[in-house]
């Protein structure tokens, strides 16, 4: 039997749509290509991104061609393609599978990267570091800080014990200390 084969020089994986319907996208082969995700997709209004494809290039195996496109993070993962459409595939759950993959496979947006990071050594993706987000929250009648871990710095060791234990530091190839050099 042949696994894997090359169409126009890209490689074939026959395993990544065996693997989604495994992993509970059960209908994912069911799909008939009539386009209303993509037709429905707020996301698809304003870029270039077209679900219907997406979908197709993951049931065909072009897997690196797929994981690499950086139209897989322009979804809002709002639902509404998962909503529509007329074969009852779990679309938006789709995305995320193949997302999770294309990190696990190195593919992470450098942007996706940067808060990662920032989550690993603030406890927060996107952390109170200017003083007019204190001051806002003043002006609502709130406390200059929320009680998370700005609030209890020592929490961010938890933080990052969780995230060691989880290996979401390897996901995302985190160097302790050596962060600056990579910006
Ligand atoms: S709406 Fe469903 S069946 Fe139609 S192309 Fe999208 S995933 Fe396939
Ligand atoms: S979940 Fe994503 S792909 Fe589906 S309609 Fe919303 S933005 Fe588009």
Same mark, same amino acid.
């Given at each position: 039997?042949?696994d894997?084969?090359?169409?126009?020089?890209?490689?074939? =994986?026959?395993? /990544?749509? !065996? !693997?989604?319907?495994?992993?509970?996208? !059960?209908? &994912?082969?069911? #799909?008939?290509?009539c386009?209303?995700?993509?037709?429905?997709c707020p996301?698809?209004?304003?870029?270039?991104?077209?679900?219907?494809?997406l &979908?197709?290039?993951?049931?065909?195996?072009?897997?690196?061609?797929?994981l690499s !496109?950086? %139209?897989?993070?322009? #979804?809002t993962?709002?639902?509404? #393609?998962?909503?529509?459409? $007329?074969?009852?595939? %779990?679309?938006?759950?789709?995305?995320l599978? /193949?997302?999770? /993959?294309? #990190?696990?496979?190195?593919?992470?947006? $450098?942007?996706?990267?940067?808060?990662s990071?920032k989550?690993?050594?603030?406890?927060?993706?996107? $952390?109170? =570091? %200017?003083e007019?987000?204190?001051?806002?929250?003043? =002006?609502?009648?709130?406390?200059p800080? $929320?009680?998370?871990?700005h609030?209890?710095?020592?929490?961010?060791?938890?933080?990052?014990?969780?995230?060691?234990?989880?290996?979401? %530091?390897?996901?995302?190839?985190?160097?302790?200390?050596?962060?600056d =050099?990579?910006?």
């Amino acid at each position: 039997m042949i696994d894997r084969r090359i169409i126009n020089g890209s490689k074939i =994986d026959s395993e /990544l749509a !065996d !693997d989604m319907t495994k992993a509970g996208i !059960d209908r &994912i082969r069911s #799909c008939i290509q009539c386009g209303t995700c993509t037709g429905a997709c707020p996301s698809g209004r304003r870029t270039a991104m077209r679900t219907r494809q997406l &979908i197709r290039k993951a049931l065909l195996g072009f897997r690196e061609e797929v994981l690499s !496109d950086p %139209d897989l993070w322009v #979804c809002t993962t709002c639902g509404t #393609c998962t909503e529509r459409c $007329p074969r009852k595939i %779990d679309v938006t759950e789709a995305i995320l599978y /193949l997302r999770n /993959l294309a #990190c696990q496979e190195g593919y992470m947006r $450098p942007e996706h990267r940067a808060v990662s990071v920032k989550l690993i050594e603030t406890g927060h993706a996107v $952390p109170i =570091d %200017d003083e007019k987000w204190s001051k806002m929250r003043e =002006d609502l009648g709130l406390s200059p800080l $929320p009680p998370t871990v700005h609030s209890y710095p020592k929490a961010v060791k938890e933080i990052q014990h969780i995230i060691k234990k989880t290996g979401f %530091d390897k996901l995302i190839n985190y160097k302790e200390g050596k962060e600056d =050099d990579k910006t």
